[in-house]
């Protein structure tokens, strides 16, 4: 299933969100799987994009006019396509420099797999530096951790969080420590819970159990 996001940067009236609409129904896009934000990309919250993300699930492909509508910058960017490829998720560019991504054919995937492999390496290299923090920490008498991940206790808050329409998944996930990325993993945006997060409440009941 195709689901698109169209983005303009002032909501004012001076910019128009039709050129982006009409090209992604000529992709197939059915109007009513559109999401669309009256925002800057850098600073201004973007419900429309929160909405987007929650509403994707595996097999989907995203459907954007241009990068730029998408990221707020390149990391950010890396970040989202690392999530889609964890969510399973596919992503197609209609124009501009990022218009050779398209999940769907094999020029595609390499280019996606190289934005997978820039995510990978954003990855290593926070690990890197978070592993050398807490050396240095130690070192001097201080103790650190990595954000704790998901428990049965967060899995049960994030499934009552995102039960709420007006959640904010990122919001969520800062809230209980977790990555969105990991949230999804675990919970639908719908609050559901996935095969993963399953598994984690059978565990949790199978304690439980005398």
Sequence with gaps: MLIGYIRVSKSDGSQSLDLQR????????????????????????????????????????????????????????????????????GLKVLAGAGAQID?????????????????????????????????????????GGRPRKMTLTTLKMAMSAMADPQSNSQEVAKRLGITTATLYSYVNGDGSVKALGQRLLDQGSSKRAP
């Design 22 to 89: 009409d090209a992604l129904l000529e992709a197939g896009v059915e109007s009513h799987r559109i999401y669309q934000d009256l925002a800057s990309g850098r600073k201004d919250a973007r419900p429309g994009l929160d909405n987007c993300l929650k509403a994707l699930q595996p097999g989907n492909t995203l459907v954007i006019w241009k990068l730029d509508r998408l990221g707020r910058d390149l990391k950010h960017l890396v970040g989202l396509v690392d999530t889609f490829n964890q969510l399973q998720v």
């Design 103 to 143: 999940t769907t054919t094999a020029n595609g995937r390499l280019v996606f797999g190289i934005f997978a492999a820039l995510a990978e390496f954003e990855a290593e290299l926070i690990r890197e530096r978070t592993q050398a923090g807490l050396k240095a920490a130690r070192a001097r008498g201080r103790v």
